[in-house]
């Protein structure tokens, strides 16, 4: 059977359709390249946001569009939470539930047994428009979440907490490395919260000390972290240098009393402590989060209040959300909804903040020398090729060479800032390297 694999959301539910691809060509089945080569068609769809809803409706849509003769199986958060509304959409003929999605290849292949993960050729990236090809994967550690942040659905979709055997995890990584893959992405719901099911409340720890020990992969790099998860003494990870210099530190506001109406176990206080002593052991470090605009009852006051302090961390990166009320959140059922136009207008403005820092950030790097891991050809150049890839610390970068340079960590002079990215200088003699340090 030809199966074709289609994914929205985070980078979870990235790691998830890889996953299954795995567990498909371990079942002998084959990855189509496109839904019209397919018999099979498998949708991870999410529900973060209402426009994420409509985004996996689209893409059940349009595969069955291309090819109305194959099956859709649709999984994820939205399928879990809305089973009836994806059922009924052109083409899905089976829906699987958060609680069944490891199991999904057996259900669907009706087998009795489990498919084996890991032990099994890596899943050829390309198979998906805009899927990066064999550099950097991600690796599932953990899934759900024992928070209850008010404006959440994901952790009502996903169920509690519970983390992945630390020996499967290092068998993955090393499985990963050994087939070429030069950085591993560690995601999870609640990243932080590895471990802590078993009682392990530095369990995150002692999993990317265990990595870094055991396998040889050459990048290391950590998804989302809640800010409340870090441990003291867990920004001494980085003096090894294969752990990338990034942290994705959700804040989502930057206003006590909004913080407090969204259940987050963090404060303005808490998070500037943390950002300093994570700037202090970690040169260079990208930092990035997330932020909700127009949160329910967000007043102007509270938004500027929150504008500050994210103008005061000077983040690389800002992911902002136009809060949408999700069914069976206890922020939906706030009083003091905001009208669309001002969290428009909100959104338009931490989006410039994130741009304005962002081009500061990246200037910052102009003329140092900066490992890269090359992960795909952009395009055609006059010298040949157009590589695109990214450093440690999330920079992105561009580079015209006569070579492809792809899953190569090599290390270039950052000549300039040129549309969002870096451009690097071609040195023929440039040694390539194995590691970022
Ligand atoms: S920590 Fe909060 S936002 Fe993150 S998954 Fe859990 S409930 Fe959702």
């Known amino acids: 059977m030809r199966v074709y694999l289609d994914s929205t959301g985070c980078r979870l539910n990235q790691s998830e359709i890889e996953t299954l691809g795995r567990q498909f060509e371990r079942a002998g089945h084959t990855l189509a390249n496109a839904p019209e ?25 349009r595969l069955n ?11 994820g958060c939205y399928a879990h939470l809305s089973p009836g509304a994806v059922r009924a959409l052109p083409g899905v003929e089976r829906v699987v539930g958060n609680l069944d999605k490891e199991r999904l290849v057996p259900l669907v292949l009706g087998l009795a047994g489990e498919v084996e993960l890991f032990d099994c050729e890596p899943l050829a990236r390309e198979f998906r428009p805009g899927a990066l090809g064999r550099t950097r994967a991600f690796v599932k550690v953990q899934d759900g979440c024992n928070n209850r942040c008010t404006f959440c659905v994901t952790a009502i979709a996903r169920g509690p907490a ?22 591993a992405v560690l995601t999870g719901v609640h990243l932080g919260s590895y471990g802590h099911d078993w009682g392990d409340r530095a369990g995150l720890q002692t999993l990317v000390e265990v990595l870094l020990s055991r ?6 790099r950590l998804s989302s972290l809640e800010p409340w998860d870090i441990p003291p003494g867990f920004f001494r990870l980085w003096e090894d240098p294969r752990l990338c210099r990034h942290l994705h530190l959700p804040l989502q506001s ?43 009852g967000e007043t102007d006051d509270e938004f500027e209040t929150s504008y500050a302090f994210v103008r005061e961390m000077d983040f690389m990166k800002l992911h902002v959300f136009r809060y949408s009320a999700r069914p069976g959140t206890a922020a939906a059922r706030m009083a003091g909804q905001v009208p669309d136009e001002v969290k428009r207008e909100r959104s338009a403005r931490m989006l410039a903040l994130s741009d304005e820092a962002g081009r500061r950030f990246y200037a910052r790097f102009v003329g140092r020398m900066m490992p890269v891991l090359w992960e795909q050809v952009a395009g055609a150049s006059p010298e040949g090729f157009r590589n695109a890839g990214l450093t440690d610390n999330y920079l992105r970068v561009t580079l015209d060479a006569p070579e492809v340079l792809t899953n190569q960590i090599l290390a270039v002079r950052l000549a300039r800032l040129e549309d969002q990215a870096l451009v690097g200088e071609w040195q023929p003699e440039a040694s390539f390297e194995g590691s970022p340090s």
Do not use: K, W
């Open 37 to 61: 080569d397919a018999d099979l068609c498998v949708v991870n769809t999410c529900a973060v946001t209402r426009e994420a809803t409509r985004t996996s409706r689209a893409i059940i849509r």
């Open 65 to 75: 569009r291309a090819n109305g003769s194959a099956s859709v199986v649709a999984t």
């Open 162 to 183: 519970r983390s992945r055997p630390l020996d499967d995890i290092v068998a993955e990584v090393a499985y990963l490395a050994a087939a070429g893959y030069q950085e």
């Open 215 to 220: 396998t040889s992969i050459a990048r290391l």
């Open 254 to 296: 930057g206003c006590d009393a909004t913080l407090r109406r969204m259940a987050r176990r963090t404060t303005q206080a808490a998070f500037r402590d943390l950002v300093a002593e994570a700037r202090a052991h970690i040169p260079d470090l990208g930092i990035s989060t997330d932020i909700i605009v127009g949160f329910p």
